[in-house]
């Protein structure tokens, strides 16, 4: 694979940004499907680049692809340089992210037919998946953060897309301002470790840590700072409260926040900065401990919601604990075993990962049935509902799909990523397990009660 275009995968949807805002909505604003054409057109295109990159990245003997990077910003001795990584994690983050994103916006043409923001709507929904793609592909912390912010950004545009509702502008502020303290924390790591270490490159970084270059207090400090971040995207307690009320956006906003773009940007922050936690037993028992906790937690919140929807984005926090549970006990069974290779330290975010890619489709099919049922009834209140299993077969089924994976029933994938992190649980913290377990039963019974 040519490395110049793996820069399209991101390219494609910030042009597709640009010709909605600059050409179709000003020029062609009677047409406003072709805005859906053309943001469908780039996503697609960067999901057949993505699969691309897949292939080829197996085909390496080490799973890696070695893209040049590009001198940024030179003052002086000062030099920031920009790149792209493209991993196995990248990999597989890039088919999560198009490929949900992609089913979305085709939901999406029919969702908004008719609404006045038609083109402002797709024009964020592209910018917003350029944002996440960014994400994945940095090789700086630097360019993650100006990616991380502007996914932020997007997220409050589309939170409060309609904003002539009170409730949606206070949703758009409220999922800001949460997410921007643990970005603060994000923030100060990333000046930590530059101060410690003199550069900004992940790869650099993963490697002082795993040789003890970077070790000790400053280690501890920037992982939890990162962390914080995590936290704030990934709605872990205690930052979680933005994402309930994130709601009041259009429902298939709400899946791509769900399922492959903002909530997903914290569980990948984490993996991909995994060799710095594993340095640091108090960073990483914070990861699992918090995970666990935010598991029972939302999964105790979802027992008792009445509206589809909250039901839904509560279980979403629930496995999002679970995903950084995954993340931090595999983490604390390489660090445990004395003798830390990166190699080792990068596989341990594989069974996180597993959990997030399957939840991705599953969340985002249980989004969308949510939204079909509102688009038919009109309302999301559980308890004005009753039979819609004969009115409604389609969305009854793929629902019912979604809904065995999130419970974890054989054999479908929920049931391989849950069990492999609670197998790996069990194995490293009894105690976190038991939680784990209760969370596996309640998260069965409240899914059902829809």
Partial sequence: MPYQLAWFIFLLPFFSFLIISLVLRPFLSRQPRLAGYVTIAAIGGSLVLSLWSLV???????????????????????????????????????????????????????????????HRYFAAMSLFTMAMLGVVLADSLVLLFVFWELVGLCSYLLIGFWFHRPSAANAAKKAFIVTRLG????????????????????????????????????LTWAAIGIFAGAAGKS????????????????????????????VAAGVFLVARTLPLFVGSAEAITLVAVIGAFT???????????TDIKRVVAYSTISQLGYMMLGLGVAGLAIAEEGHITLEAAKGAAAIGIFHLFNHAFFKALLFLGAGSVNHSTGTFDMRLMGGLRKAMPWTYGTFLLAALSLAGIW????????????????????????????????????????
């Fill in 56 to 118: 080829t990245v197996l085909g390496e003997t080490n799973h890696e692809l070695a893209i040049p990077d590009i001198n940024w910003i030179a003052i002086g001795e000062f030099n920031i340089h920009v790149g792209l990584i493209m991993d196995s994690l990248t990999a597989v983050m890039l088919i999560v992210a198009t490929g949900v994103s992609l089913m979305v916006q085709i939901y999406s043409q029919g969702y908004m037919h008719g609404d006045p923001g038609y």
């Fill in 183 to 218: 970005d603060f924390g994000l923030l100060v790591a990333i000046l930590v470790l530059y101060t410690s270490t003199g550069t900004f490159d992940i790869a650099e970084l993963h490697e002082m840590a795993i040789t003890g270059a970077l070790a000790g207090t400053t």
């Fill in 411 to 450: 054999p479908l994938a929920g049931f391989w990523s849950k069990d492999e992190i609670l197998v790996e649980t069990f194995q490293v913290r009894p105690v976190l397990f038991i939680l784990a377990m209760i969370t596996v039963f309640m998260t069965a019974f409240y899914i059902f009660r829809v």
């Fill in 295 to 305: 598991a029972i937690f939302a999964a105790s919140m979802g027992l008792v919601m």
């Fill in 235 to 262: 709605a872990q307690f205690p930052l979680h409260v933005w994402l309930p009320d994130a709601m009041e956006g259009p429902t298939p906003v709400s899946a791509l926040i769900h399922a492959a773009t903002m």
